[in-house]
């Protein structure tokens, strides 16, 4: 299952803004959080595909030493063994 992009709905979403609550795609990642300094600051989480979560890419541990606990359901998931796209729906 692919998630779309909240901000444009039209590309794969590849991370999801913690302090927006919002899943990006890479061009428009790029384009909120250049808006300014407040935005840059946001924590933004990598979303796993399902090669990712087979791994057959790079751990997220790579990507992304520390997960937070996202905001609307406090579920942490191992990044090695788990992906986000398995836990439920919350957008």
């Not at 300014?36 to 090669?51: C, D, M, S, Y």
Request: proline content about 9%.
């Amino acid at each position: 299952m692919k998630i779309q992009c909240n901000a444009c709905g039209a590309a794969e979403a590849r991370v999801l803004c913690c302090a927006d609550e919002a899943a990006l795609c890479v061009a428009c990642d790029e384009e909120v959080h250049a808006a300014n300094k407040l935005a840059g600051k946001h924590q933004r989480v990598p979303l796993l595909t399902n090669a990712d979560a087979a791994g057959t890419a790079a751990p997220a541990a790579a990507v992304a030493p520390a997960v937070p606990k996202c905001d609307i359901c406090q579920v942490c998931p191992d990044p090695e063994t788990s992906s986000l796209l398995s836990l439920p729906p919350f957008l």
